[in-house]
């Protein structure tokens, strides 16, 4: 019913930018938050930014200033600008959204590598 293509992943050097774009395959005021959350081998899986349909964040403890949530106007597509990367960045990063009546969707996940 919905799907979530997430994109933008990739290798870097610490200290380097990433932004990682996700695309919901419907258009809905029916979305109410969408967000990232990321999962490092052996560790539970935990939010890193989420914002609602209104525009107000939620950001992980770790973030710290770094990472940036954005969403479009359509409320369909969230982008997460992540600088300043830290090895301890380094999990997969898995698109989330809720959407009213329908539950709680994630995409499949992109990796984020972060080198020292």
């Known amino acids: 019913q919905v799907q979530l293509v997430e994109s933008g992943g990739g290798l870097v050097q610490a200290g380097g930018s990433l932004r990682l774009s996700c695309v919901a395959s419907r258009i809905s005021l029916s979305i109410s938050t969408m967000g990232w959350y990321r999962q490092a081998p052996g560790k539970q899986r935990e939010l890193v930014a989420a914002i609602s349909s209104g525009g107000i964040a939620n950001y992980g403890n770790f973030v710290k200033g770094r990472f940036t949530i954005s969403r479009g106007n359509a409320k369909n597509t969230v982008d997460l600008q992540m600088n300043s990367l830290k090895p301890e960045d380094t999990a997969v990063y898995y698109c989330?959204?809720?959407?009213?009546?329908?539950?709680?969707?994630w995409g499949q996940g992109t990796q984020v590598t972060v080198s020292s």
């Open positions: 989330n959204a809720q959407i009213s009546t329908l539950g709680i969707y």
